[in-house]
């Protein structure tokens, strides 16, 4: 995306982020302990029934982060080409999580949890504002969810 190019309408924007939520297989995970230590990871995740399923162990500090916290801060992209989304967060032990949203996790990034280590944690992430754009010229806009619910 060039700077010269016409600013996308939040229509397309909220198209585009949908596109590369089923499309990537990375995603930055922002979090913070309670001493508000931050930490930030990229984690394979799966897009499903509008939240973003995330996977790792509970002995980590994203794990633990995710699990105490309830919130976090996901990013995809460069720095042209951004999607932040804030989102709260639900805790599954490895066996609890929905079916269809583990077997879509595993379908995605091919691999299954639940037939590792008993220390991974599911988390769903739902969506309560998200921004994306593309370069400054973008900037207005930008905010295409507020309070969980599409501006678009």
Do not use: M
């Given at each position: 995306m060039k700077i010269t190019a016409s600013p996308r309408g939040p229509g397309q924007r909220r198209q585009d982020v949908l596109d590369r939520l089923e499309r990537e297989l990375d995603i930055w995970v922002a979090t913070a302990d309670a001493d508000g230590t931050p930490c930030m990871v990229p984690l394979w995740f799966v897009w499903h029934e509008e939240s973003v399923w995330l996977c790792t162990r509970l002995t980590n500090p994203t794990g633990r982060n995710l699990r105490d916290g309830g919130r976090?801060?996901?990013?995809?992209?460069?720095?042209?080409?951004?999607?932040?989304?804030?989102?709260?967060?639900?805790?599954?032990?490895?066996?609890?999580?929905?079916?269809?949203?583990?077997?879509?996790?595993?379908?995605?990034?091919?691999?299954?949890?639940?037939?590792?280590?008993?220390?991974?944690?599911?988390?769903?992430?739902?969506?309560?504002?998200?921004?994306?754009?593309?370069?400054?010229?973008?900037?207005?806009?930008?905010h295409i969810m507020r309070d969980g619910a599409w501006t678009c």
């Open positions: 976090t801060r996901l990013a995809l992209g460069h720095t042209r080409d951004v999607v932040l989304i804030d989102g709260e967060v639900d805790t599954f032990a490895l066996r609890e999580a929905p079916s269809a949203a583990a077997g879509a996790f595993a379908a995605k990034t091919g691999w299954d949890p639940r037939e590792d280590s008993a220390s991974y944690a599911w988390f769903r992430v739902r969506p309560r504002a998200v921004q994306a754009w593309h370069e400054v010229h973008e900037l207005k806009q930008r």
